[in-house]
C-alpha cells in the first residue's frame, strides 16, 4: 500500500510537463524528486518528498483509512522555488484520486516561511500537506 502511495504522489509531479520545465526539464529517472535524501551534491533545484502515513484505521472490513503528512521540501539556487512550490501546490489539490487504486487527497495545511541553506548556497521552501488514503478491498 505504502509504496504505490508514494508512486502515486511523486508520479502527480514527474508526469506533469509544466512542473519538469520548472527544474529544468531533467532527463534522470528521479527527475530531480527525490523520497527523503536527495544526492549529496544535488543540481538544484530538487524537491524532496517526506511522508508520515501514521497509523491506518480501519473503518470497517472493506476499506482501510490513514491519515498523514506529506512535507515538500524544495530548493533552487533562484526564487524559482516559489514558482515549483505553486505548481506543486496545483497539482496536489487538482489531482484528487492520484492513483487507480488508491483514493489519495492532499490539503495544504502549512506553508513556513522561506530558508536559506549556506551549504547548498540555495533558497527553500516547505509546504506540508495532510494526506488522507483509502483504499477498498474487494
Do not use: C
Not at 3 to 22: F, Q
Not at 55 to 69: F, H, N, S
Not at 93 to 111: D, M, N, P
Not at 113 to 120: H, K, R, S
Request: no cysteine; hydrophobic share 45%; proline share 7%.
Amino acid at each position: 500500500m505504502i509504496s504505490a502511495i508514494k508512486d502515486a504522489i511523486r508520479d502527480a509531479l514527474v508526469e506533469d510537463t509544466a512542473y519538469l520545465e520548472l527544474l529544468g526539464e531533467p532527463v534522470d529517472e528521479y527527475k530531480k524528486t527525490y523520497y527523503a535524501v536527495p544526492p549529496e551534491s544535488p543540481q538544484l533545484p530538487i524537491v524532496v518528498l517526506t511522508m508520515n502515513f501514521g497509523v491506518p484505521e480501519p473503518i470497517d472490513r472493506m476499506i482501510i483509512a490513514a491519515t498523514g503528512l506529506l512535507t515538500v521540501t524544495i530548493w533552487a539556487k533562484t526564487n524559482a522555488y516559489e514558482q515549483i512550490a505553486e505548481r506543486i501546490i496545483y497539482l496536489y489539490h487538482q489531482k484528487a484520486g492520484l492513483s487507480t487504486t488508491y483514493a489519495i487527497r492532499l490539503v495544504l495545511t502549512r506553508e513556513p516561511e522561506e530558508m536559506f541553506d549556506p551549504q547548498l548556497d540555495a533558497y527553500g521552501k516547505v509546504l506540508e500537506f495532510t494526506m488522507f488514503t483509502r483504499r477498498a478491498i474487494i
